[in-house]
Each structure stands twice: as C-alpha cells, then as structure tokens.
C-alpha cells in the first residue's frame, strides 16, 4: 500500500477517527474496530469458520451438533411481537401485542390470537403465513377428532398435533423449518393448561410464559402474578401493569386480549368495553 | 327399549341406578332347538370402565368389538386417562353407520364415567344413538316390556336394583323359548366392574298351578 497521506495513529476512544476515515488504511482500521467493539458480531466471527456450509439447509449437522436453520428461526421468533400467556384461578389469558408499525392503520391490523374451538386458543409470533397455515391444520385436525371421537382436541394432544407438524418440517432437506412460535392455552378435564411450542418442534406446559421480543423480563413479573394467584378479570390489570413497565412506550390499544374463564363460555375477547380504558386509567397513576 | 331383530335368541336388561349401570342378562344360544350354550357370556368388556351388549350376528358383533378394544386402548393412552363413554359411542356408531350394508348387529354400550356418571347407548341396526335410563333388547325383551315400566324407579340402591333385575330376567326365561340358563349380573361403578351370577327363580306361582289342577279335576 502506497503511503501518501499520513497514517493516523488508531486508538479505541477517538471518536474523530470514527467518523471522519481520510485513507484506506484508515477506513480498513476504523472498520474493523467497529466489527470488534461490536460483541455479537466477534461471536459470529468466531463462528463463521465453523459453520460455513453447515447452515444451508436443515438436514445438515454441524460438528458441535447444531442445526443451525433451526437457531436462525428462532431468531426471528425472538424479534418479533411479544405473546403472553398466564393460568389465573378461574380461567386463562392470553396477551398479545400488535406490530406497531403494521397496525397503523386499523384497517391492516393481523390477528395474533385464533381460537381453534371453544376450549382452546393458540397465539403466534412469527411469520404471519406460517402460522396461518399452522392454525389451519390445527383447526381441520380438531374437526377430524370430533367426528372420530366426538370430543374436541385439546390439553396435550393439540399440542403434540401442532409440535409434531412443526417437528415434520425440521426433518426434511425440501422443507424449511417453521419461524413461528406460540402458546396454546386450553381446559382439559375441568383444569386450565398452557403450552408453549417453539420452531424445533419443542412443546412443554408450564403456568405462564410470554415469547417474542422483551420477554424475559416480563416472565421476571409474571412470576409475582403468578404468586398471588387472582382471578382473570384482576390478572388482565396487572399483566397489562407489567407490560407498561417493560415497555413504557406501549400503547395498549394495541394489545389484544383473549380469555376463557367461568365468565365467559369459550375462548373470545373478555366482557366488558371498559377494560383497555381501565387499564390505561391505571397505567397513568403507576410511577415508572 | 329397543327392540332388534337378532338371530340369537337372549334377553338383554340395562339399567341405570344410583352408583352407576347395572346389566343382567340370561346365558343361553341356542340354534334352532338345540341348546349349543348354557352357560353363555353376553357381556364383552371394552375398557376398564365400559361393557358391551352385543345382539345380532355373532361374526360381525365379534369382530367389530375386537376391533373398538384396540381403538379404545390406543386412545387411552394417547389422552392418558380412561376413555369417554361418549367416544367409544362415537367409534362403535362410525364403524356401524359406514359399513352398514355388510353388517347386521346392535349393540348396547355403557359404563361408568366420572364426568358424566353411568350412561347408556343403545346403538340399533343401521347406526342411529339413543340414550336412555334404562334399555331392554333381545327376543325375551317383548315379555318384560310392561313389568320393566310398571317396577322401574329412578335411583334405585344396589339391592332393590338386583331384585327388580332378577325377577325381569326370570319372567323372560319362564315365557321366552330361546332364554334360559343362569342370569349373569354385571355391575359398573366408580370402584370398577363387579360380575356375579346366580339362578332364576322361574317357578311358576301359586295360582297358576291351582287353576291347571283345577281344570283337571273336573
């Protein structure tokens, strides 16, 4: 490299040098101390020797035993918007909260919530058509089970229906895996369960998880909901107190609510108008 | 009460009762008149909790009981607890209602449940459902119908319910040609199924044998 301007000296803390790279070597330096201060990217540095080639498709291994097409997926499912789901005393919740910049305008504002008969629900993040397609099946499967044994799926057996067709598209070079995660919150001989399933094909029940972007500090406060145990009518203000805690930008409009408990017959959005205003009334007195 | 045109000649009681469903049924096939079984089982057990009364062509109401036992027990243990009455209701009525061309059999399906309690289906040739409290089928059921309407009460205790079954029973095998042998007793409640078996006290009464005499001696 021909040397006709000055090499300035690099040092970590000039910020003069970030911005104003007069030579090459200047630009190449500054480059690659950006790429260095920038921790994940030193980590993907370090793995790229060893996966290249090994995350090209979902029917390869790598040798420490990742599937990597896997983890990218699960990477999409972490920033995306968050999903909740709590067992209260009487009933379930599921929270869900809308993109904000797809929901803009009301009119495009996609569902995150389905119901799949009056027992169950599944809410999803992720990409809008797989899960499209995952709810459909869910839905055409819970039919087929009614007709065969006149009771409708649910508890686990709707949740290892959807894991194992997430599972089916893990296995096969021809497919990609699903990038797209949810919780089903069902009532299974009189008690209340959730499941949560995840793109490997992973299902496992618990009391109450929350999945998407931001959501392991909001599991933190659900885990103190949890511990006072209170009805769902109560639960729904204080999830939705957490949630403005965790992200004070939240407009919760833009949350939606389903629930099943004693109040109502099947899963649907609860009774009353006032609740969204109820809870922004509280949210505004909470100090932060 | 349900009433099937079958080839084997037997008389079927169901009845529902305080702890759960009660069934007694007489032990005897016959072909024609020869007498080939005395002591004859007519009850098939499904599940741990679920029996079945089968009456029409043996071949077909065997083989489809075979066939409902594997499908009960795969999905007990895809659902980890003991199958509906309902479901299996659901199974057998499916089998029954789509091939029914080829077959010619009726079934009376009951059990014990702890979401809903002692049911019982009666499933007729063709593959309509009915449930009823209590359900009468056989050739010997046509002699009972009345003594079953006049003597049944809702919620009967365990013995008034076995005295009420075993006097039905024995008028059927006292009037009926194709009923007879012993009366097998199957009882379905939360603790399980419990079988018993006992004699009919088919001798005729008191009155009767004065008015035969009577005729003869003048």
Redesign the interface.
């Known amino acids: 490299m021909t040397v006709n301007h000055k090499v300035e000296s690099s040092s970590l803390s000039g910020d003069e040098k970030f911005l104003k790279p007069k030579s090459i070597l200047n630009y190449t330096l500054t480059y690659l101390k950006h790429t260095l201060l920038n921790l994940n990217y030193l980590v993907n540095l370090y793995m790229a020797s060893i996966k290249s080639g090994y995350d090209l498709s979902t029917a390869t291994y790598s040798p420490e035993g990742r599937v990597f097409q896997i983890e990218y997926a699960t990477k999409l499912v972490k920033n995306s918007p968050m999903v909740l789901g709590i067992i209260s005393n009487d009933g379930i919740l599921i929270f869900s909260e809308k993109d904000p910049e797809v929901s803009r305008l009301s009119l495009f504002s996609p569902e995150k919530i389905f119901p799949i008969n009056k027992i169950s629900a599944i809410g999803a993040t992720g990409k809008t058509g797989d899960i499209n397609y995952l709810i459909q099946r869910a839905r055409i499967d819970n039919l087929s089970y009614r ?5 409708s799926l649910n ?3 709707l949740a290892s229906r959807v894991a194992s067709l997430i599972h089916m598209h893990t296995v096969y070079w021809h497919l990609r895996p699903f990038a797209c995660s949810g919780i089903i919150g069902t009532i299974s ?1 009189s008690s209340p369960e959730i499941f949560v399933f995840f793109p490997s094909g992973l299902f496992v029940k618990c009391f109450g998880t929350a999945i998407g972007k931001q959501s392991e500090t909001v599991k933190i406060s659900l885990e103190n909901i949890l511990v006072k145990s209170s009805n769902c009518r109560k639960n729904i203000k204080e999830v939705s107190k957490a949630l403005k805690i965790v992200k004070p930008k939240l407009n919760l409009r833009l949350l939606e609510i389903f629930s099943l408990s004693r109040e109502t017959s099947r899963f649907d959005k609860p009774i009353s108008c006032n609740i969204i205003t109820e809870n922004e009334r509280l949210s505004s007195f909470y100090p932060i | 009460m349900t009433r099937n045109e079958n080839l084997m000649g037997t008389t079927l009681i169901v009845v529902d009762y305080k702890d759960g469903v009660m069934i007694a049924t007489d032990s005897q096939t016959s072909s024609g008149n020869l007498v080939t079984n005395r002591v004859a089982d007519k009850i098939t057990q499904i599940s741990k909790f679920s029996v079945c009364c089968r009456s029409g062509s043996a071949a077909d109401t065997q083989a489809i009981t075979n066939q409902l036992r594997i499908e009960v027990k795969e ?1 007990s243990t ?4 003991n199958v ?1 009455i ?2 299996i ?3 057998l009525r ?1 089998f029954c209602y789509k091939e029914k061309e080829k077959l010619n059999c009726g079934f009376i399906c009951t059990g014990w449940d702890k979401f809903h309690g002692g049911q019982i289906y009666s499933i007729i040739q063709g593959g309509a459902v009915l449930r009823n409290k209590i359900a009468l089928s056989g050739s010997g059921s046509l002699f009972i119908n009345g003594f079953c309407e006049e003597n049944y009460k809702e919620k009967m205790s365990r013995k008034e319910c076995k005295t009420f079954l075993g006097r039905a029973v024995s008028l059927a095998i006292l009037h009926d040609g194709g009923t007879g042998g012993v009366i097998r007793l199957c009882n379905i409640s939360k603790s399980g199924i419990k079988r018993s078996v006992f004699f009919p006290n088919s001798q005729p009464k008191n009155h009767i044998l004065l008015k035969d005499s009577f005729f003869v001696l003048v």
Do not use: A, C, I, Y
């Open positions: 007709e065969n044994f006149s009771e508890g686990s057996l001989d | 999905n895809r659902t980890e607890q509906k309902r479901t209701v659901q199974m499916n």
